[in-house]
């Protein structure tokens, strides 16, 4: 875990005034227990929010002790590795849950989220992901968690339908503009089918693109020169493809029942390459009504030396061209999106896999 600092920057309170919540992109029980998230959410880092994935909650259980007597107990009962895991996590998203509580009525329930994983297994299983996500949901018992879904093929038609039977949810594994639109697509879809139900449309949603795998793929396949400006580009592409949808007919009629944005969330925001500045696509991505979920590391960087240079403007700035630049350097923009999105499922998968190693091990161990 990061180590914790004083806040000296004003960045954090600039970039919530602009429109823009920060999140932070882990979960532990030792930020929990120790107050440390507390501490996040009341001083000036201004975190609104939190995300979680496999490999956060991997890094989380198999290097402490703090899940132990909870594994130990849970054990005995007969849980499998999977089910028991659901367990853990629950318990540290609904603690979570309930301290965001505050900033979750302060701002009209649009801040105060944090986020739950379906199994990454399921990703392209729509029925399955839809019979979890609605699973864990009712479960977990409170309003402000996101259950996640992935923006996959398989996983679009499991976002509309999970929408539709009011289950809020933060798509991820986004990586280009057409995957956002795709998922604001199932969305939109969900929320129309609810007003012909004669139900309300106000079911909260979040879509997450990952930017910095974008400039990690590519570092060793550009020029100097463009290194370290895809990531930032599909971020302000898709930024306009949002802000362009916010303004469209469709939209406008929804919202006039009741409706409220699906928010475009910026996700894997912490700096890959050593020579780039670690705030590189927080100040780049400072985008109004979004969300950017950071790690630790990344919060408190923000949060020392963070600076801002303006909001990004709704047209998305320069991404065309600078898009435009990568593919001419022979980058296929749309190969290898879906190269992402696949590599990011197996990360996932992978990390999951070790995640429920790590509890079997553990509860054997301690039994």
Same mark, same amino acid.
């Given at each position: 875990?990061?180590?914790?600092?004083?806040?000296?920057?004003?960045?954090?309170?600039?970039?919530?005034?602009?429109?823009?919540?920060l999140w932070l992109d882990n979960i532990t029980r030792d930020i929990l227990n120790n107050g440390t998230l507390g501490r996040y959410i009341s001083s000036g880092l201004s975190v609104t929010g939190l995300t979680s994935n496999p490999t956060i909650f991997d890094h989380a259980i198999s290097k402490s002790s703090a899940y132990d007597a909870d594994i130990s107990a849970l054990a005995k009962k007969g849980l499998s590795?999977?089910?028991?895991?659901?367990?853990?996590?629950?318990?540290?998203?609904?603690?979570?849950?309930?301290?965001?509580?505050?900033? #979750?009525?302060?701002?009209?329930?649009? %801040?105060? $989220?944090?986020? /739950? *994983?379906?199994?990454?297994?399921?990703?392209?299983?729509?029925?399955?992901?839809?019979?979890?996500?609605?699973?864990?949901?009712?479960?977990?018992?409170?309003?402000n968690l996101f259950i996640k879904i992935p923006g996959t093929p398989e996983g679009?038609?499991?976002?509309?339908?999970?929408i539709f039977q009011g289950v809020a949810v933060n798509v991820t594994l986004l990586f280009s503009t057409q995957q956002y639109q795709a998922a604001a697509e199932a969305y939109?879809?969900?929320?129309?089918?609810?007003?012909?139900?004669?139900?309300?449309?106000?079911?909260?949603?979040v879509a997450s693109l990952f930017v910095s795998r974008w400039d990690k793929a590519t570092m060793e396949k550009l020029p100097q020169k463009l290194r370290n400006t895809l990531g930032i580009a599909v971020g302000q592409q898709s930024y306009r493809? #949002?802000?362009?949808?916010?303004?469209? %007919?469709? $939209?406008?009629? /929804? *919202?006039?029942?009741?409706?409220?944005?699906?928010?475009?969330?910026?996700?894997?925001t912490g700096v890959k390459d050593p020579a780039a500045p670690d705030t590189l696509y927080v100040t780049a991505l400072a985008a109004p009504n979004t969300v950017d979920t950071m790690p630790e590391e990344t919060l408190l960087a923000f949060g020392d030396h963070g600076t801002l240079q303006g909001a990004l403007g709704a047209d998305g700035?320069?991404?065309?061209?600078?898009?435009?630049?990568?593919?001419?350097?022979?980058?296929?923009?749309?190969?290898?999106?879906?190269?992402?999105?696949?590599?990011?499922?197996?990360?996932?998968?992978?990390s999951w896999k070790n995640l429920l190693k790590s509890i079997e091990t553990k509860s054997k161990a301690l039994k």
């Open positions: 875990m990061a180590t914790e600092t004083s806040t000296r920057s004003e960045a954090p309170r600039k970039l919530n005034e602009l429109g823009q919540s590795s999977e089910d028991l895991f659901f367990e853990l996590a629950i318990a540290d998203l609904t603690r979570a849950a309930d301290l965001f509580k505050p900033v #979750y009525e302060r701002t009209a329930t649009v %801040d105060g $989220w944090v986020s /739950l *994983e379906v199994s990454p297994l399921l990703a392209y299983d729509t029925a399955q992901t839809l019979a979890a996500a609605r699973m864990l949901h009712d479960k977990a018992g409170r309003p679009i038609p499991a976002i509309e339908e999970a939109l879809r969900g929320l129309e089918r609810r007003v012909g139900a004669g139900l309300s449309p106000d079911v909260r949603s493809a #949002y802000r362009q949808l916010l303004a469209s %007919d469709r $939209w406008q009629r /929804l *919202e006039n029942l009741g409706a409220r944005p699906q928010r475009l969330l910026f996700a894997s700035g320069n991404c065309e061209q600078a898009l435009a630049a990568v593919a001419a350097a022979g980058v296929d923009l749309g190969a290898l999106a879906a190269q992402l999105q696949k590599e990011g499922a197996e990360s996932f998968n992978a």
